[in-house]
């Protein structure tokens, strides 16, 4: 059925190391990925996004990588910075279909100084 | 130029009461979408909205109702609160539906006692 999940739900790291967040989609269907970052009272901001004929995806700063083999998605951030301190959520959609984004449960990144 | 702004931000109510919240889309978008997200849990798919026509259901209770206006803003109404209904409510536009770059407001929070 439709579910996403995440490996970790907590994930602590230096500031200025990279940080991997990783994610697990059980939806074979699924051919649509982004990331989201909440932060502490607000509402969930896009990161990234990758489409199911790709393998990697690069912004400033971060990178997904999708594994359709192992359905597996993950997200690098880089030189990680106190900002990013936030809770991370991977969704997957079907493209042509609803806007219908499956939320996973989120891992919550936690910088330290 | 503004965000997705929502109202009330906070709401306070109690079981069995009905509760109306509303949101105004950034200028431009025309498609909205409604998530319920409980506490330390992702976004959950309520409905989708495009050119005012219902796009997406999700899997909830003909107690959620929501509608969109021409000038693309938006209603969530949810009738016969249950203890359960206690959540943020999030609304979310994009320019068109074939993307899952969502651009969410701060959410209502909602209490039902």
């Known amino acids: 059925g439709e579910s996403v999940g995440l490996h970790l739900p907590t994930l602590s790291v230096q500031e200025g190391d990279n940080s991997i967040i990783n994610c697990a989609y059980s939806?074979?269907?699924?051919?649509?990925f982004i990331w989201y970052k909440q932060e502490s009272g607000k509402g969930p901001q896009f990161i990234i996004d990758?489409?199911?004929?790709?393998d990697k995806r690069q912004g400033q700063r971060v990178t997904v990588l999708l594994n359709k083999t192992v359905k597996h998605l993950s997200l690098q951030i880089a030189a990680t910075q106190p900002g990013d301190s936030a809770v991370y959520f991977c969704?997957?959609?079907?493209?042509?279909?609803?806007?219908?984004?499956?939320f996973g449960q989120g891992t919550r990144l936690t910088i330290n100084p | 130029d503004a965000g997705v702004t929502q109202s009330p931000t906070h709401l306070i109510k109690t079981r069995g009461q009905h509760v109306t919240l509303r949101c105004s889309p950034i200028s431009g978008h025309k498609s909205v979408s409604w998530y319920q997200q409980v506490l330390g849990q992702g976004p959950q798919f309520i409905f989708q909205?495009?050119?005012?026509?219902?796009?997406g259901r999700g899997n909830f209770p003909d107690r959620f109702s929501a509608r969109q206006f021409p000038n693309y803003s938006s209603e969530l109404n949810v009738n016969a609160l249950l203890l359960g209904d206690s959540a943020l409510y999030l609304c979310?536009?994009?320019?068109?539906?074939?993307?899952?770059?969502?651009?969410f407001g701060e959410g209502s929070r909602l209490t039902v006692l």
């Open positions: 909205y495009y050119e005012k026509e219902e796009r």
């Open positions: 979310a536009s994009s320019l068109g539906v074939n993307t899952g770059e969502l651009f």
């Open positions: 939806n074979s269907a699924s051919d649509y």
């Open positions: 990758i489409r199911s004929n790709m």
């Open positions: 969704a997957e959609n079907m493209m042509g279909g609803a806007q219908k984004l499956v």
